[in-house]
């Protein structure tokens, strides 16, 4: 599986950006069964989940971004979309987008593929 994640760039504190990753290299409908989600990486920072959407829909989001980011798919597609809304500075991190066969946690450890991120710099 390929993962292409693009929409990153400059923003102000408490501006939007909304990120997109295309996934390639299996079928729609195999595809659409994948487990799709995002990471983050801050300079010194561990890399750390930011959210995560299961193929019935079901989410999860890291308790920083809950009610300012909305994860969502479009199986039609093959893309998963990352609306973040009221970015702060120390939101400023390179966002990964991350897909697998099926759900087994919140781990980075837990996703086979990876996109090649996306800069997201907030400026306060």
């Known amino acids: 599986v390929q993962l292409q994640a693009s929409g990153g760039g400059l923003v102000q504190a408490g501006g939007s950006l909304r990120l997109s990753c295309v996934a390639s290299?299996?079928?729609?409908?195999?595809?659409?069964?994948?487990?799709m989600g995002w990471f983050r990486q801050a300079p010194g920072k561990e890399r750390e989940v930011v959210a995560i959407?299961?193929?019935?829909?079901?989410?999860y989001y890291a308790d920083p971004v809950k009610g300012r980011f909305t994860i969502s798919r479009d199986n039609a597609k093959n893309t998963v979309y990352l609306q973040m809304n009221s970015l702060k500075p120390d939101e400023t991190a390179v966002y990964y987008c991350v897909a697998d066969r099926s759900y087994s946690g919140i781990s980075s450890y837990e996703y086979d593929y990876w996109g090649q991120g996306t800069l997201v710099t907030v400026s306060s």
């Open positions: 959407m299961l193929s019935g829909g079901s989410t």
């Open positions: 290299g299996r079928t729609l409908s195999t595809l659409s069964s994948y487990v």
